[in-house]
C-alpha cells in the first residue's frame, strides 16, 4: 500500500509542472521536462547539497532526480539563466527541440518547475539552491 502513496505524491507534482505549464492534458512533457530541469539542476549542486534537495521529495521523484546520474566532483558553476536554459535543453535530448523552441519557453519551464517545488520542498532549501 506504501508504494502507491509513493505513486500519487510523484503524480501530483507531474499534474502541478502541467498545470503551471499550460498544458494539464499533458503529463508526459511535464514529466520529461521536469526531469529535465531537475537534472540540470543536479548538475550544478553539490552532493551535499542534493542530498538535502532529495530527502524532501517523493520517493519516486527521487528516482527521477537520480536515473543516469553521474556524480562530478566540482559542480558546474551555472551564473545565468541563458547557462541553465542550455543545461535543460542539453537533459531535454532529444526531445528538446520540441519542448523547449525559444529562450522564453526555457524561463517558462523553469519558473514552472520552481515553483512547484516551492509546494514540496522546504523555503531554506529552495533558497540554498537558488544561491
Same mark, same amino acid.
Given at each position: 500500500?506504501?508504494?502507491? #502513496?509513493?505513486?500519487?505524491? *510523484? ?9 503551471? #505549464? ?6 508526459? /512533457? *511535464?514529466?520529461?521536462?521536469? +526531469? ?6 543536479? !548538475?550544478?549542486? @553539490?552532493?551535499? %547539497? !542534493?542530498?538535502? =534537495?532529495?530527502?524532501?521529495?517523493? =520517493?519516486?521523484?527521487? *528516482? #527521477? ?11 558546474? +558553476? ?17 526531445? *528538446?527541440?520540441?519542448?523547449? @523552441?525559444? @529562450?522564453?519557453?526555457? %524561463? ?8 512547484? /517545488? +516551492?509546494?514540496?520542498? !522546504?523555503?531554506?532549501?529552495? !533558497?540554498?539552491?537558488?544561491?
Amino acid at each position: 500500500m506504501k508504494y502507491k #502513496l509513493y505513486i500519487v505524491k *510523484a503524480q501530483i507534482i507531474i499534474i502541478e509542472v502541467a498545470e503551471e #505549464l499550460g498544458f494539464p492534458e499533458d503529463l508526459h /512533457l *511535464a514529466e520529461r521536462l521536469l +526531469r529535465a530541469v531537475l537534472h540540470a539542476l543536479r !548538475s550544478r549542486l @553539490t552532493i551535499q %547539497e !542534493s542530498f538535502q =534537495m532529495m530527502a524532501q521529495l517523493p =520517493m519516486l521523484m527521487k *528516482a #527521477l532526480y537520480v536515473d543516469g546520474w553521474k556524480y562530478r566532483e566540482k559542480p558546474k +558553476r551555472i551564473k545565468h539563466i541563458g547557462d541553465f536554459i542550455r543545461e535543460v535543453i542539453h537533459e531535454d535530448f532529444p526531445m *528538446a527541440h520540441h519542448d523547449i @523552441t525559444t @529562450t522564453k519557453d526555457g %524561463e517558462n519551464v523553469i519558473r514552472a518547475v520552481f515553483k512547484v /517545488l +516551492r509546494n514540496h520542498i !522546504s523555503e531554506g532549501e529552495i !533558497s540554498d539552491i537558488m544561491a
